[in-house]
Each structure stands twice: as structure tokens, then as C-alpha cells.
């Protein structure tokens, strides 16, 4: 998947939770939102508000839909509140193959 079909898929399955989410379609997501986060704060706070705001469904729906690839539930992800461990821990799922059998489609 290139970097313009990730955006599109995500922003076309804007609050999908179901399905699955491969490696590149994740990173090439995560990618974006860092190009764009820093764009935003080149233009004021407010600019950061609305981008943090209007890609916050699409990142919880693509990080879901990629630890079920991994065959793990998407509310996995919850562990990210734990700084450090949980931000290394879901960088480490992140970064694993899929699987082929997966109870999540």
C-alpha cells in the first residue's frame, strides 16, 4: 500500500473498527499524522486542536484495525496510557507481522 492509498483507505473507513489494517497502511497513517502535526503547529494552537481533533477517529480506528491483524483486540490499545511500557509495547505489536488466522477477519 503507498502513502496516498493509506490516507485514503483511512480516511474513507473513517470510524471502522472492524477488519484488519496492514503494516504499511498503519506506518504509512502514522506518518502523515506526524507530517501533518507538525504543519499544524507551524500555524498556531488552534490549527493543532482541529488536526488533533479531526484525525482522532481515523488513528483509534487504524491502530484497532491493526492489532487485529496481529490477532489482538483493538482495545489493546488502551495500554498507551502507560507511559513508556505501554507506548513500547504497542510499538512492538505495531511492528509485527501479520497473521494469517485472525478472529477479526
Not at 483511512?10 to 507530517?35: D, H, M, P, Q, T
Not at 483486540?73 to 498507551?80: D, H, R, T, V
Amino acid at each position: 500500500m503507498t502513502f496516498i492509498e493509506s490516507i485514503q483507505t483511512c480516511f474513507r473507513k473513517y470510524a471502522e473498527f472492524n477488519g484488519r489494517a496492514s503494516r504499511s497502511e498503519f506506518w504509512w497513517w502514522f506518518l502523515f499524522i506526524v507530517i501533518i502535526s507538525i504543519a499544524a503547529r507551524l500555524l498556531g494552537q488552534t490549527v493543532v486542536a482541529l488536526v488533533a481533533l479531526a484525525t482522532l477517529l481515523p488513528n483509534l480506528a487504524v491502530t484497532s484495525r491493526r492489532l487485529h491483524d496481529i490477532n489482538r483486540s483493538g482495545w489493546w490499545q488502551l495500554i498507551g496510557f502507560i507511559p513508556l511500557v505501554g507506548w513500547l509495547i504497542m510499538i512492538y505489536w505495531c511492528v509485527q507481522n501479520s497473521t494469517d488466522q485472525s478472529k477479526y477477519g
